[in-house]
């Protein structure tokens, strides 16, 4: 039981713990208790006369505390764990400074990390963001396991009881000399420097070794597992295309104005971010109704003319050549790829044919002119967990074998739906909960042309 703190220390992820340097472990190596329980069941007591025997080590030969540290303390010095490619762990210093003092350490640390976690939600997902929140992750799991062990070990290194094992000694020297040499339970015996230095930490410590330089080459992409029953939903904005609907809304609406009108649509849209962040934030859902709004009175004639003859080249130079190359990776494989998105259809058409199934947002159309409402409810959020396990209940796809891509926290149930999600340029939220998960994380689109550039494009 003593191991996660062993390797915890090792580790160099306990900086200290709530125990006294001068309490009692009643420590017993599990041999001694088999060969206790072995005997003990040899020797019934007669019925109705019940027997008890405590196998420990506190009364005859004990370990404090401060003893377990200072054998821990020397070994990790002498073989600490080896970090990859940054040498090897410091062990760490305890000064056993009491319960509270480390009570309070914790309640302030837990506190820091809590608002760091809230300012990093609020900041753009960009690599560097990406690393402080993995560092502050790494803190907040540290303090969680520090926390949780403290509370589970700390009643035992508080708890100043020590129970003697006299009637144990007794049955031990009952037993034949043969039989106490090769099966004894006498914890008189156990040199405690020799069987935790010598013996248990080698032996606990060996799966986090690895010889120096045997570092495990990052594999090279292989073929995708072939399978007609698997899926591959991707997610459009943000994933599919470096882009989202606010993005498209632009490139369609200023195609249509000269640029001396340009400044008033900036101006108009700029008014209404607030409310569509508010949205947004508030139900995805919601955002995507307000937002479609402004595409009424846009006739649907000339925006399917605009999006074939402009705006489809564009869009396939917006789209991620990574993500591109995963979609073909899948078709090779016979996986049946999905796109679905909450954008209007007449935008997801230059991307259609790379997909065997898409899922769009239909604007409702009256004499020809967009209404700026929509015929169905936008598939977002849960709805397309639900979405995805209807279409696998309905063509027997094998959902667990199945891929999923998403770049938002929103996109959290379709990828939790699937056996292989992949966060793809990860907004903050998903970014710490893929991380949680140990999801694949990819960085998707370094290469694909600039928002501005696509813009000025579309105006000529």
Do not use: C
Not at 9 to 26: K, Q, V
Not at 54 to 76: A, C, I, K, M
Not at 244 to 264: D, F, G, H, K
Not at 311 to 332: G, K, M, N, T
């Amino acid at each position: 039981m003593a191991e996660p703190l062993i390797l915890a220390y090792g580790r160099g992820i306990l900086p200290e713990f709530p125990g006294a340097h001068d309490g009692i472990l009643d420590v017993v190596p599990v041999d001694i208790v088999t060969n206790a329980l072995l005997a003990i069941a040899e020797n019934p007591p007669p019925a109705g006369d019940p027997a008890y025997y405590h196998v420990g080590s506190g009364w005859r030969n004990p370990l404090t505390f401060g003893q377990l540290y200072d054998l821990v303390h020397e070994y990790f010095s002498d073989h600490p764990l080896p970090v990859a490619d940054r040498g090897t762990v410091l062990a760490p210093e305890w000064t056993f400074p009491g319960a509270r003092k480390i009570e309070r350490t914790m309640r302030t640390g837990e506190r820091a990390v809590a608002i760091a976690d809230k300012a990093l939600m609020h900041m753009p997902s960009t690599e560097r963001t990406q690393g402080w929140m993995m560092k502050n992750l790494r803190q907040q799991q540290q303090l969680e396991f520090l926390r949780r062990h403290a509370d589970l070990y700390g009643m035992y290194t508080a708890i100043e009881v020590i129970y003697s094992d006299d009637r144990l000694l007794e049955l031990h020297r009952a037993q034949t000399p043969e039989r106490q040499r090769d099966a004894g339970f006498d914890t008189a015996v156990v040199d405690w420097h020799h069987y935790f230095y010598d013996v248990h930490f080698p032996a606990v410590t060996a799966v986090l070794r690895r010889p120096s330089g045997s570092r495990t080459p990052r594999p090279t992409r292989k073929p995708l597992p072939a399978g007609e029953n698997v899926a591959a939903v991707f997610d459009m904005e943000g994933t599919l295309l470096a882009g989202n609907v606010i993005e498209s809304y632009l490139w369609a609406r200023l195609s249509q104005l000269p640029r001396t009108r340009w400044p008033v649509e900036f101006a108009s849209l700029a008014r209404s971010l607030p409310r569509y962040f508010a949205a947004d934030r508030r139900d995805r859902v919601d955002f995507l109704r307000i937002f479609l709004r402004r595409y009424a009175g846009a006739s649907e004639a000339e925006f399917v003319r605009f999006v074939d003859e402009r705006l489809s080249d564009l869009l396939l130079r917006r789209a991620a050549p990574d993500a591109i190359r995963q979609v073909r990776r899948h078709r090779e494989a016979g996986h049946h790829t999905v796109l679905i998105t909450g954008t209007i259809d007449q935008f997801v058409a230059p991307m259609a044919t790379l997909f065997d199934t898409v899922v769009a947002s239909t604007l409702q159309v009256k004499d020809g002119v967009f209404t700026g409402y929509l015929e169905a409810p936008p598939l977002v959020g849960e709805a397309r967990a639900a979405w995805l396990r209807r279409f696998a209940s309905d063509h027997g796809t094998d959902l667990p074998a199945s891929y999923a891509y998403g770049d938002s926290f929103a996109d959290r149930p379709l990828l939790e739906a699937v056996g292989h999600p992949v966060a793809v340029n990860p907004d903050a939220r998903l970014f710490r909960h893929a991380r949680t998960k140990h999801w694949r994380v990819e960085h998707w689109g370094e290469h694909t042309r600039g928002a501005i550039e696509t813009m000025l494009e579309v105006a000529k």
